[in-house]
Each structure stands twice: as structure tokens, then as C-alpha cells.
């Protein structure tokens, strides 16, 4: 099968993705074009012409930390959203100032000046992102009205045990009793905790891009759970908007920096997600870098089949589990995924190869560190959060070139 790069477009529900013009006469990619938004067996069709047909009203959203990168996603995204109108907006080195003089590309949109945090209003908002760097979110979101549905982008409720969350981020849980509530938004694995929750810990970038290919086939019991490697590569975004000197052109042009290596912070994340579905403790080998490109991440990752597995099965299962997901698509074998092709989407592309190493696999995934990754993926959970097709908003094609 030739590379996605072969450009033409076919629909991919209301979407637009590339691929090869023979794969449309494919009957077997027919079926992976049909895509389910929610977990249910209607038509989505029916669904989205029956959410019309409803009077609801807009909510109204809060965005604190707007002036990041993971802020400023939030409101690009929301900018297409039929039933959520942003009523507040917080920075606290840019409070007064409006996002079009922080961000020109959001200059037409009509949205509130920013303000600081402890001057925010929060008497006409329903839901909050909050984009917050970590550290910071943990008192604040405690001090927040218990009527609101919160997002978390930040890492501060991710880790449900408190005592690692100190060890990994140096310094101790401030919200210990919210931390219970939490809920772990990796939306394809945990729909139905996430409809049903207050707060949302917003997974990481990189726990994003390898737990959705690895969940599930830990799950399957179809590889082993010891010798995993990771190998992931992000844009500079996933480094966040602040200055830093490691971060700058000239130190990142031209050059692959490897960062955090053996002790990166979404280490433990990615290793209770897959000790969850394993039931039992799951160590893994990780390495991250940051590449020289603004946005995009893939995972490359390394592991043993269990004995009698083959790819084939992998790749079957993997292909059952994602058959009815709008965001998460198995690639047609042979096909490698690439960042270019989910660059501004909420899509996850992934593939599995054999490794010359008899009983390894190589697995590939990829997706926008900021929209899959982060702020999208943060829009799909409020979505289904509030009862909306979680689709909603997120139906734009990737960009390419």
C-alpha cells in the first residue's frame, strides 16, 4: 500500500483525511471510515440530527492560563463550537489586555479582556479549562464553586497517589481530598467515567500517544509488560510558551535534544495507566525530545509478544478496538503514520510492524501534541462532560503541507 503521502482526500465522517485513491475501492477501509462519536450503537447521523433538533443553550466557559499555548488552542477550538460561548479568560502577566493583542491570529474573535486569577469572576461560567502550569492549579481549583465542570491541562491531578505525585514534581499535594475526585480523561479508554465526572485530569502529551496503542493490547494480554521501550519526539510546544534558554531557535534548530531522561515527569503517568489494565506494577523505558518543529509528537515503541501472538493479532485487535472511534485510526499495514498528517487535528494515527527480532513488535503513533495531545483532547472530555456529541468543535481536517 503506498504512503499516506499519495495525497487525495476521502470523507472520514464530516472530516477530510488523506489518503490513497485505491484504498477508496477498499471495502475493509469503508468500514474503518464509519466512526462512532459517543458509545452507543445509533447512527451518528441520527444522533447529531436528534442534538439539533434540542434547545440548548450555550455554556458558558472560563479559560485560566489563557495566554499559553494550551490556553490559546482552547480558544482557536472554541471558536467553531455551536454550544460553548467563552465568558472568561484569566493571565496574570497579560490581565487587562485583550487575546488579539497576545495572539493576532484570535484578533477577530469577540471574546473578554483577561484578568488575573484572584480577580476572575466565576458567577457566569459553567465549565473551566484550566491551563495552568503545574503547581499552580491545585489551590486554585480547590478555591473554585463546586458547580463547576473543570478541565485540568496541567499534571496536578493526574497521579492518584499523592505521595508519587511529591516525588516526581518535588513538592507536596495541596488538594489531597479533590484528588479522590479526580477522573483520568484519556477519552477512548474512560468515556463512561468522564460523562460522569466533576473533574478531569487532562492526560499528558506523550502518556496520550503511547497508552492508546498499549492499553488495549496489555488489556488483550497479546504482549508481554515487561521490556517496553519508548521512543518519543515532540515539537517545542509540548515545552510550553515561557522563555527558557534551552528552548531557544538556535538551540533547538538543526538538532534532536534529549531531555529527562530515565526521571521524565510523565514516566509515572504512563506507568499507572498500563499497570491499571495490567494489574500489575508495569515499568517502562522512556525517552523523550524535543524535535525542531513547532507542533507534533510520535511514539515509537518497542515490545514482546506474548508467546503464540503475532503481529497479525495485534494488529487485528488493535483494529476492533478503534473499528467505531472518530479520533483514533489504524492505519492500513505497511502504511507509517507521520506527524504531518494529524498536524492541527484531534486525530491519533498508529500502525504496527514486525521487528527483526523474532517475537518484537514496533509500534507507531502520532498525533498534535497541543489539539490530541492537549486542548483537544480537553474539548472531547467537556464535550461529553455537558452531554454534547463529543465530536463537537473538533471536525477540522489536518493541515497539510
Avoid at 484572584?118 to 481549583?141: M, R, W, Y
Avoid at 484528588?179 to 502529551?205: D, F, H, M, W
Avoid at 521501550?229 to 534548530?253: C, F, M, P, Q
Avoid at 483514533?328 to 498536524?343: F, G, Q, S
Wanted: overall charge neutral.
Amino acid at each position: 500500500m503506498g504512503s499516506l503521502s499519495s495525497l487525495n482526500s476521502i470523507c472520514i465522517d464530516r472530516g477530510r483525511f488523506p489518503k490513497c485513491l485505491d484504498e477508496i475501492k477498499n471495502s475493509k477501509v469503508k468500514k474503518l471510515c464509519v466512526r462512532a462519536s459517543v458509545a452507543t450503537s445509533a447512527p451518528k447521523s441520527s444522533q447529531y440530527e436528534e442534538f439539533k433538533a434540542q434547545k440548548f443553550e450555550k455554556f458558558r466557559i472560563g479559560v485560566l492560563g489563557a495566554s499559553g499555548y494550551t490556553g490559546s488552542e482552547i480558544i482557536r477550538l472554541l471558536a467553531n463550537h455551536p454550544n460553548f460561548q467563552i465568558t472568561l479568560m484569566t493571565a496574570d502577566r497579560k490581565a487587562g489586555q485583550s487575546i488579539g493583542s497576545v495572539f493576532p491570529h484570535l484578533v477577530k474573535q469577540d471574546l473578554p479582556d483577561m484578568v488575573a486569577v484572584k480577580d476572575a469572576d466565576f458567577s457566569n461560567v459553567d465549565a473551566v479549562f484550566c491551563c495552568l502550569p503545574h503547581g499552580t492549579t491545585q489551590e486554585i481549583i480547590k478555591g473554585l464553586p463546586s458547580s463547576l465542570k473543570i478541565v485540568d491541562l496541567s499534571a496536578d491531578f493526574r497521579l492518584r497517589d499523592v505521595g508519587e505525585y511529591e516525588e516526581w514534581y518535588g513538592q507536596p499535594h495541596k488538594a489531597q481530598e479533590l484528588q479522590k475526585e479526580a477522573v483520568y480523561g484519556l477519552t477512548e479508554i474512560s468515556r463512561t467515567e468522564i460523562q460522569s465526572a466533576r473533574l478531569i485530569a487532562n492526560p499528558g502529551c506523550y502518556p496520550t500517544s503511547i497508552q492508546l496503542p498499549l492499553i488495549p493490547l496489555i488489556k488483550a494480554n497479546l504482549i508481554e509488560v515487561k521490556n517496553i521501550i519508548i521512543d518519543s519526539k515532540s515539537g517545542v510546544s509540548g515545552a510550553g510558551r515561557g522563555a527558557k534558554e534551552a528552548n531557544l531557535y538556535t538551540e533547538i534548530a538543526e538538532g534532536i535534544h534529549s531531555y529527562g531522561v530515565t526521571r521524565h515527569r510523565h514516566v509515572p503517568e504512563i506507568e499507572q495507566g498500563l499497570s491499571e489494565v495490567a494489574k500489575s506494577k508495569v515499568t517502562v523505558s522512556f525517552t523523550p525530545h524535543l524535535m525542531p518543529m513547532s507542533r507534533g509528537m510520535q511514539s515509537t515503541i518497542y515490545v514482546e509478544m506474548a508467546p503464540g501472538a503475532s503481529t497479525e493479532d495485534l494488529y487485528q485487535h488493535l483494529r476492533n478496538f478503534y473499528e467505531k472511534e472518530e479520533f483514533v485510526i489504524l492505519l492500513n499495514k505497511n502504511e507509517i503514520p507521520h506527524t504531518r498528517h494529524v498536524r492541527g487535528s484531534n486525530y491519533c494515527l498508529m500502525n504496527v510492524f514486525p521487528d527483526r527480532i523474532p517475537g518484537r513488535a514496533i509500534i507507531i503513533s502520532v498525533i498534535d501534541n497541543l489539539v490530541k495531545g492537549a486542548s483537544g483532547q480537553a474539548l472531547q472530555n467537556l464535550n461529553l462532560m455537558m452531554g454534547i456529541p463529543e465530536n463537537t468543535g473538533l471536525l477540522s481536517a489536518p493541515l497539510f503541507p
